[in-house]
């Protein structure tokens, strides 16, 4: 489901909103009804808010339902890393809205008033994957048929301390920068392998977090090496090829030997020569998980550990506020993508090189290449 959600939402981006440097709706949006229109809205105003905690450092994610089962209003999403490394997790609320009636007044409005509701409330409370100690809510708003959007970002109020006090002294050795809380970055990548249509891999972490019997499968998912804009990305071959049909300048750069059965239902509205994009995952950050999740099935889910080493990479592709928010566009014109910090990217057209070879991973074993 989220593997065709994330199809899906590269339709609507595509139907639903100009190209262009500043953000505009387009006049397709006019023929949606008000539900649709609402629906859309709301995956924008979340899609803009995991970008902007990405670029306030943030990597890694889960829903916040797992807060309570109650139906008491609760923000969308938990946070960790970036400011509150080993101090526990941040909560952020979504909003978006697309309607004649937006302004920067109402989308301020909107924003304070969802922090009262649904964040503040829960603050200093537990989490299964921390201590929440702040939080954040994230309005978006855009008019159709004008250029231009407004953004507004309530948090929590850092009060000043009233006295100088000496840092406590360390008695025990603090975790890695590098250490993700285990639990958010096995919800995390559950999220990014589902997308990358890579459902045993999906299974495997669903068993570690208790979710599902144990696979007796041992046969290992594929994954095909491609250079692109300077780095090494993995694509997932396990269930089907996940460009938009079958384009021409696929025979370029594509031994026969290698073609996966191509599945329709991926392909998305365009040409047959044009490129769909697809989702991939940065090679180290994805060797590093899935050689911890080997670690994981090999010593069984009975001794999870608390954090794993895993990498958190330099955002690209975003372009917030210019290369002085040092979320920096790709430098080539011919590179057309997005990186996130826990390595999931967005390829946005074609590799210009060869695609150099396979990895494979297997599930006691970790990452092998062949």
Known sequence: MLARW?????????????????????????????????????????GITDLLMNALGFTWRDNASCLSSSLAPHADFIYADGAVSRHGVVLAEAHGSFAASVSSAGV???????????VRPHLATA????KVVHGYSIAFGSRPGAAGAF?????????????????????APTASPAAAPTSLALAAHRSNF???DAPSIVRWIDWVRGGRERSDDMQPSLFVRIPYAGRVFLCSMEMAWPF????????????????????????????????AGWFAMEEKAAESFLNALSAI???????????????????????????????????????????????????????PSRMVGQRMWIPREGMRTD
């Not at 989490?127 to 921390?130: I, K």
């Open 297 to 351: 099935v090999r010593n069984g889910r009975d001794n999870l550990p608390e954090s794993l080493e895993l990498p958190s990479l330099d955002p690209a592709g975003f372009g917030f506020g210019g290369d002085e928010a040092g979320l920096r566009s790709p430098a080539a014109s011919e590179y057309r993508y997005a990186l996130y910090r826990d390595g999931l990217a967005l390829l946005g057209s074609p590799p």
């Open 127 to 130: 989490s299964p994957h921390g």
């Open 6 to 46: 994330g199809d899906s939402a590269l339709t609507q981006v595509e139907w639903l909103v100009e190209d262009g440097a500043a953000f505009a709706l387009s006049q397709h949006l006019h023929v949606l009804a008000d539900a649709e229109r609402t629906s859309f809205a709301g995956r924008v105003g979340a």
């Open 244 to 275: 938009g049909g079958y384009p021409e300048w696929l025979d370029e750069f594509w031994h026969p030997r290698w073609w996966p059965p191509i599945r329709p239902a991926r392909t998305l509205p365009r040409g047959r020569d044009d490129f």
């Open 108 to 118: 301020t409005r909107e924003a304070k008033h969802k922090y009262l509701r649904q």
């Open 194 to 196: 589902a997308i990358m």
């Open 151 to 171: 953004l507004h970002v309530a948090e929590t109020l850092i009060s000043k301390p009233r006295s100088r006090r000496p840092p406590p002294s360390q008695t």
